[in-house]
C-alpha cells in the first residue's frame, strides 16, 4: 500500500535492504568571510543571539567545562552550556578552522535546536533550502523518484521545521562565531592527546594541560578523550567497504554546458544511482560552488578515521566511465579530489568515566554511517542536551555525575538506534538486479502519490493526522521519520530533568 504524505514505499525498501544484506591562540572568527548572503529570500529571523540567552541563577560559581575539538557536536555543546551562564572553554588541534566534507543535511530536529539558540538569521546566510532530492538512474539520467524535503512546505507540515543544507565549513563558522559571540574561548594549536580522568585535566601535544570540571570528548572517530575512559578505551573503528571521494565545481562550468545547466534551475539535489556506486550533488546557495560526493562499494587502503587523503581524479572519472552524459560531463569538471573510507563505532556500553566528568558525544560516542543521514543532527541533540543537564546540576547545587548520568540516560537508546538506522539505509543507492527493479517500480508509485498528494491545499494537508511516531519501525518509514525528525531535544530533556 502506498501512503501519501510519508514514505511506506520506501520503508518496504529499506526492509529488503535489510534482508538483502542478512544474506593556542584565541581567535574570533569572522563569519562574513565565509557565510556571504545569497539571493535566496531570507526567512524571519528569531530573536538576537545574546537576547535569547537563558535567565540563570548566577549566585554561586559555575561549573568549569572543557571541550576536545571544534567540530558541530563541540561547537553545538559550547554554545548549549555557554547560553546557560558555564564557562567553556574549546581546544582545537588544527591552527584554524577547518572542517573537511561535503555539503550536509541539518535536519528538523537540528533546525529546532538551532533556531532556540537564537541562530537563525546567522545560518540564513548560508544555507539552502532544497525541495527535494531527485533519484536518477546514473546510467541514464532517468528521474526515478523524488525524496520530499521543503517543496510545499512538507517537512513542516510533519514535522514542525524546515529542512536544511550547508556546507560543513560554514556550518562550523556560524557555531564557532555563535560561541564566541556567548563567551566561549576557542584555542587553536590545542590538540588533546590524554585526559587524566582522576584530577579532570587535558594534556596537549605540545606539552601544556588544562583543567576544568568537565572535559566533554567532541574529538570524532579517533578520539583520545574515548581512549582515555577505562570501560571503552580498546573500542576499534569498524570499516566499511565504501570508499567516497568529495569535489566540488564551478557553477559558471555548469551554467556554460547545456548538458548540466538543468542541475541549477530549480532547488533539487540530486543522486545517480548505479549498481554497487553513486554520485550525489547539491547546488548550495548561488555563491557556492556545485558540491559533488561519489561513492563506490569496495574495500580501500585509506587510512580509518583520516579524512581529506588526496586522490586521483583520473581514476576517480574512471569509476564512472559507464554514467550517463551528464554525470561524466559534471566529474569532468571537478576541481582538486580527496577521498575517505566510511567506517563507524559498534554501540558502546558508556559514554561516560565512572566519575561522570568525562563525557562523550557525536562521533567521539556513537560514530555511524552516512546512510540515513543522521550524523550531523545527532551531534546538535547531543551539545543540546548535554547543555540541559549539565545547567540543571549547576543550578540545582547537584553534582556532575548527575548531569552526566541523566545525558547518557536521555540519548543512549536514541542515539543507537540512529546507527542501527544507518545500517537499513545501506544498498538504497548502489542497488542492482531484482532489488534495484523492485526499487525503481516503488520509487515511481511514490512519485505518483505524491503528486496527488500536493494537488491538495496546504490547509487540507496541515489538517491530516501525523503518523505515530515509533523508534522501532524501519528507516524511512514515516512512523520512523516523525520519532527521528518530529522530536524536540530540548524539551524532553527539561521535561525528564524536572521529573529528577
Not at 281 to 296: E, F, H, Q, T
Request: negative net charge.
Amino acid at each position: 500500500m502506498v501512503e501519501v504524505n510519508g514514505l511506506n514505499i520506501a520503508a518496504t525498501v529499506s526492509c529488503l535492504v535489510v534482508r538483502e544484506l542478512d544474506n593556542h591562540d584565541d581567535t574570533i572568527i569572522k563569519l562574513s568571510t565565509f557565510c556571504q548572503p545569497s539571493n535566496r529570500e531570507k526567512q524571519p529571523a528569531t530573536s538576537d543571539l545574546t537576547a535569547n540567552m537563558e535567565n540563570i541563577d548566577r549566585s554561586h560559581h559555575p561549573f568549569t567545562v572543557i571541550v576536545a575539538g571544534a567540530g558541530i557536536g563541540g561547537l553545538s555543546s559550547a554554545i548549549a552550556l555557554a547560553r546557560r551562564g558555564l564557562k567553556v572553554t574549546v581546544l582545537e588541534g588544527k591552527a584554524e578552522l577547518n572542517e573537511f566534507g561535503a555539503s550536509i543535511s541539518i535536519d528538523p530536529h537540528a533546525v529546532r535546536i538551532l533556531k532556540s539558540f537564537g541562530l537563525e538569521t546567522l545560518f540564513c546566510r548560508c544555507i539552502a533550502q532544497d525541495e527535494f532530492n531527485e533519484i536518477r538512474d546514473g546510467a541514464s539520467n532517468k528521474l526515478l523518484g523524488r525524496l520530499m524535503a521543503n517543496h510545499a512546505n512538507t517537512s513542516d507540515i510533519l514535522f514542525g521545521e524546515q529542512k536544511w543544507s550547508i556546507h560543513r565549513a560554514d556550518y562550523q563558522q556560524v557555531l564557532a562565531e555563535a560561541a564566541q559571540q556567548l563567551g566561549t574561548k576557542i584555542l587553536f594549536n590545542a590538540e588533546v592527546v590524554k585526559v587524566d580522568i582522576d584530577v579532570r585535566t587535558v594534556h596537549l601535544s605540545d606539552g601544556r594541560a588544562l583543567s576544568a570540571d568537565l572535559i566533554v570528548g567532541a574529538d570524532g572517530l579517533r578520539s583520545a578523550v574515548r581512549a582515555s575512559i577505562r570501560e571503552i578505551a580498546g573500542i576499534d573503528l569498524v570499516p566499511w567497504n565504501e570508499q567516497a571521494y568529495r569535489c566540488s565545481v564551478d557553477k559558471n562550468k555548469i551554467k556554460d554546458n547545456p548538458n548540466l545547466a538543468w542541475l541549477l534551475d530549480n532547488n533539487t539535489a540530486q543522486v545517480w544511482s548505479m549498481p554497487g556506486k553513486y554520485v550525489l550533488g547539491w547546488p548550495l546557495p548561488p555563491n557556492k560552488s556545485y558540491d559533488v560526493v561519489a561513492c563506490v562499494l569496495r574495500d580501500c587502503d585509506v587510512p580509518l578515521g583520516h579524512w581529506g587523503v588526496k586522490a586521483d581524479t583520473n581514476s576517480f572519472r574512471g569509476d564512472f566511465e559507464d554514467a550517463c552524459l551528464e554525470v561524466r560531463e559534471l566529474l569532468a569538471s571537478i576541481g582538486p579530489c580527496v577521498q575517505w573510507r566510511l567506517a563507524e563505532l559498534p554501540p558502546l556500553s558508556t559514554c561516560r568515566s565512572v566519575d561522570g566528568s568525562v563525557v562523550l558525544l557525536g562521533d567521539a560516542w556513537h560514530a555511524m554511517l552516512p546512510h540515513s543521514g543522521s550524523g550531523g543532527s545527532s551531534a546538535i541533540e547531543d551539545g543540546a542536551v548535554l547543555g540541559e543537564c549539565v545547567a540543571w546540576a549547576s543550578e540545582s547545587n547537584r553534582p556532575l555525575s548527575d548531569a552526566t548520568k541523566a545525558y547518557e540516560h536521555l540519548r543512549k537508546t536514541r542515539v543507537e538506534r540512529m546507527q542501527r538506522a544507518s545500517h537499513e539505509g545501506v544498498g538504497f543507492l548502489s542497488a542492482s538486479g531484482d532489488f534495484r527493479t523492485l526499487r525503481d517500480g516503488l520509487l515511481a508509485q511514490q512519485m505518483e502519490a505524491d503528486n496527488v498528494e500536493f494537488a491538495k491545499s496546504e490547509e487540507v494537508r496541515r489538517a491530516q493526522p501525523l503518523p505515530a511516531a515509533d523508534m522501532n519501525a524501519p528507516f524511512p518509514s514515516p512512523p520512523y521519520l516523525q520519532w527521528l525528525y518530529g522530536y524536540d531535544g530540548i524539551g524532553e530533556a527539561r521535561k525528564y530533568l524536572a521529573g529528577l
